[in-house]
């Protein structure tokens, strides 16, 4: 079924089908065989040249919280509470020595532990181990030349990259290899689900 969906995808001729653009099973198809094995550009290293300094993004639809922890590394942790999966950080980006879940109060340390319980002593001391309940971590983490890159798969990030490394270097070494590339203007962001389903509601109407 997918792949006559796809018939129509010549671009060697500048023929792109609509469906691509809409169709839900190309789109999940897409996620499972792009996003959740490539590695993703996240965002630049001075979004958090700060310990405690934060930002969220997606590694496809798996919300993600890039932060620098106070040991001054930068990591990746899921945007999800480990108590009942609430969204933990809401923000874009901030600063901040820690971060509460909006929905029972559970505190992770910006290096993932879980560091605070609401009644931990009185109700959870010999029931909650706290050592096993931080934050889950995207493993696979690359910061280069400034930019920072993460993979929900092992594969290798230089594999990943390929020819594609020459012209990214080409940009990245003119900034004495990222070391003091820096960005301005924050992130911008757009809601676009309304006018997919226009789209959808047009052409397989």
């Known amino acids: 079924m997918l792949r006559e969906k ?27 065989s792009v996003f959740r094995r490539s590695w993703l550009f996240l965002g630049f290293e001075s979004w958090v040249k700060e310990r405690g300094d934060y930002f969220t993004t997606t590694m496809g639809e798996t919300p993600v919280v890039v ?16 108590h009942k999966g609430m969204r933990l950080c809401r923000a874009t ?13 559970w505190t992770f340390s910006t290096t993932g532990e879980l560091v605070g319980v609401p009644y931990y002593e009185p109700s ?38 390929g020819d594609m490394r020459l012209y990214l270097d080409m940009i990245l070494d003119m900034l004495d290899e990222g070391r ?3 960005v301005f203007g924050g992130i911008h962001r757009w809601l ?5 389903q226009i789209l959808t509601q047009y052409f397989y109407a």
């Open 180 to 182: 003091n590339l820096e």
């Open 192 to 196: 676009s689900q309304s006018h997919i």
């Open 124 to 161: 959870y001391i010999d029931v909650l181990d706290k050592s096993k309940w931080g934050l889950r971590e995207v493993e696979n983490v690359k910061i280069y030349k400034g930019t920072i890159w993460a993979s929900l798969s092992g594969s290798s990030f230089y594999e990943f990259l």
């Open 67 to 82: 932060t620098k922890d106070e040991k001054g590394n930068v990591r990746v942790f899921l945007n999800y509470c480990t």
């Open 93 to 105: 980006s901030g600063n901040s020595s820690f971060f509460r879940c909006p929905y029972h109060g």
């Open 6 to 32: 796809l018939e129509g995808f010549r671009p060697e001729e500048g023929l792109i089908p609509y469906s691509i653009f809409v169709d839900d099973e190309i789109y999940q198809a897409e996620l499972k």
